[in-house]
């Protein structure tokens, strides 16, 4: 039997981001991130109020990961359990961050001691999730996630995954519903992975 699939997010899942974002924006470009903000879209103003557009902010991102990903963290337990989940499982890290990025994800994971194969993705993860579970043909799949829209992504085009929503900074986390499409909503990893080692063993019904 192939063996099971835990397939992860990076960005406020195993590496905290948006804090660092947040902290660098200010001091590159003079623009406040705002934690408390409803969604990332209308969070980044400048420091009179006013909204940064959306097609602003993908540079501003873009920047970050080709300069200042060194400013990132991991998030408390992270690298203890994928190494546990590594022992029964195969891993694979799907992130939201263009092509040009992935040798840097590469590079910086591995400085936490954590090696696994990396992907990356501009958009819903539902299709990219259905691309591997055809190509990999594995056993219980496991999602892991902290944005509702990749959850109801990977609903609609791989219902038989089980899928975890978590959200690793603490402030976006207490003002952020559950996604409605995920399974279940754990925002840290010691309590998460008695859940993910569970479900990583059986089939959806």
């Avoid at 085009?157 to 279940?184: K, Q, S, Y």
Wanted: glycine share 4%.
């Amino acid at each position: 039997m192939s063996r099971p699939l835990l397939i992860s997010d990076c960005d406020e899942v195993i590496l905290h981001f948006v804090a660092h974002f947040a902290v660098w924006v200010d001091e590159a470009a003079d623009l406040h991130f705002a934690l408390d903000a409803p969604s990332f879209s209308g969070a980044l103003r400048h420091k009179d109020g006013r909204i940064v557009p959306d097609e602003r902010i993908w540079p501003l991102l873009d920047l970050f990961f080709e300069k200042e990903m060194h400013r990132q963290n991991i998030v408390p337990g992270a690298a203890q359990a994928l190494a546990r989940i590594a022992d029964v499982a195969d891993i694979v890290i799907l992130t939201n961050i263009g092509d040009d990025y992935q040798a840097n994800r590469v590079a910086q994971l591995a400085a936490f001691d954590i090696r696994h194969r990396v992907l990356c993705n501009r958009g819903g993860k539902g299709q990219p999730v259905r691309e591997l579970i055809d190509a990999m043909r594995p056993g219980p799949v496991v999602f892991v996630d902290d944005l509702a829209v990749h959850h109801e992504s990977v609903a609609k085009h791989a219902g038989e995954v089980w899928r975890l929503h978590m959200i690793a900074e603490p402030r976006l986390a207490e003002r952020t519903p559950p996604a409605p499409f995920a399974d279940a909503r754990i925002d840290d990893w010691p309590a998460a992975l008695p859940w993910i080692l569970d479900h990583l063993e059986k089939a959806r019904p």
